[in-house]
Nanobody, 126 residues
Framework: QVNLVESGGGSVQAGGSLKLSCAAS????????MGWFRQAPGKEREGVATIDSDGRTNYADSVKGRFTISRDNAKNTLYLQMNSLKPEDTAMYYC????????????????????WGKGTLVTISS
């Protein structure tokens, strides 16, 4: 049984920063790819950032230069540092992991990810 638990969400003003964390209960090093996805009210889920086990990263165009994804295999934890936050970043953010896809494949194939957390809410006010 694999559990992914997100934390770090909250409410901040535009221009602020948040750091999300995702703790995995097991098999962290077996995940070839991990990533952050988000879903805003009334919108489809979208890929935000993904990272391979060898550290290669991919980002949605909307967050490039503002968000940074990283993973700490020793701590079984995935991170998302979010800077220069905008109201349009408001969404439920989900952590996901996959055993097979590359980070490039995963960014636009959320439905194919093997494991999901329950999400953490990020609200950005203007």
């Amino acid at each position: 049984q694999v559990n992914l638990v997100e934390s770090g969400g909250g409410s901040v003003q535009a221009g602020g920063s948040l750091k999300l964390s995702c703790a995995a209960s097991a098999y962290f090093e077996s995940f070839y790819c991990m990533g952050w996805f988000r879903q805003a009210p009334g919108k489809e889920r979208e890929g935000v950032a993904t990272i391979d086990s060898d550290g290669r990263t991919n980002y949605a165009d909307s967050v490039k230069g503002r968000f940074t994804i990283s993973r700490d295999n020793a701590k079984n934890t995935l991170y998302l540092q979010m800077n220069s936050l905008k109201p349009e970043d408001t969404a439920m953010y989900y952590c996901a992991a996959d055993r097979w896809m590359t980070s490039a494949q995963a960014l636009n194939n959320a439905d194919a990810m093997d494991y999901w957390g329950k999400g953490t809410l990020v609200t950005i006010s203007s």
